[in-house]
DNA sequence: ACCAATGCAACAGAAAAGGTTACATTTGAG
DNA sequence: CTCAAATGTAACCTTTTCTGTTGCATTGGT
């Protein structure tokens, strides 16, 4: 796959889950779809799980659903759900030397996650719903963005 | 160094150069104090020349500084001179057998591009003068120099 | 009982990124 | 003029990260 495949990934799955959202998929049909491996597609699906955006059944008839309606999960939940951190840094490693240097460490720490807060605070605004065609925006009055 | 280390090294060293705009620094110097390598400096610092952000001088005395003011390079100027792009996804690879399938692709990267333009709008509205201690906004107003 | 699904661990391979070395080029200083 | 100090770049190694893959235990409907 491709850079950022994660999201993508899920984007894509959720989109189709959206569409039918009574069919049951298994990892199988879902990596079929999207030219990959039934095993990266639970790897992926099961952060979601976890996050309870999807249900998986084990057995027979088993496979995946969403856990609750397209409405209802926006790209943030999938985005947190999966842990991307795109923006903000980790914990500092090495301790600086010098005051001023630690002290602007943490400025450039605090800035990234400000906007990593930002992004979140965007990704809130759509719904899986949003994906696959329907052009609405999710809730509340957040219509646009693009200042 | 860390995740994300390009952004954050330039943000780093740009934040010091904000500090003392008058200064010049060598990459040797900048590397010591980001705890990293010359030429990863130069790597990164150079892109950051390509797009006009800071100025190189070859020769002995030679070195890097800022090209304006601070506050007349935002975020934004900064993470397209990287050239990250930390969600749109490529263009398509394989292209899938079912049309369905060809337009779902299509509406997962128009979601991703929008977002990532909001990520770009955001990054626009803080600039470098505001890393290094300085909380102000870039606010309209603070467009000088472009020189 | 059987078969089809998830869950999970382990490993291989590729790709991306940082780090390092080497060297040509430029340019101010003595 | 000569030398030292800086950038500019290419090449390579190493580490890290991620995907892809195999294998197997577990679960649960038919």
Redesign the interface.
Known sequence: M???SR??LA??TL??MAGEPERIRTSADIAD?A?TNPVVVRRVLGKLRDAGLVTSEKGHAGGWRLARSATGIT?ADVYLALGE??????AE??E?DCAV?H???Q??SM??Q??EQ??ID??AR?TVA????RRERAASGAMD???
């Open positions: 491709r850079r950022n999201l993508s984007l894509h989109g189709h779809h030219g790209l951190s795109l923006i903000a840094t980790d490693e090495a600086p240097e002290a602007l460490q400025e450039v800035v990234m400000d906007i930002s992004l965007r990704l759509t949003d994906v696959p065609g963005n693009r200042n």
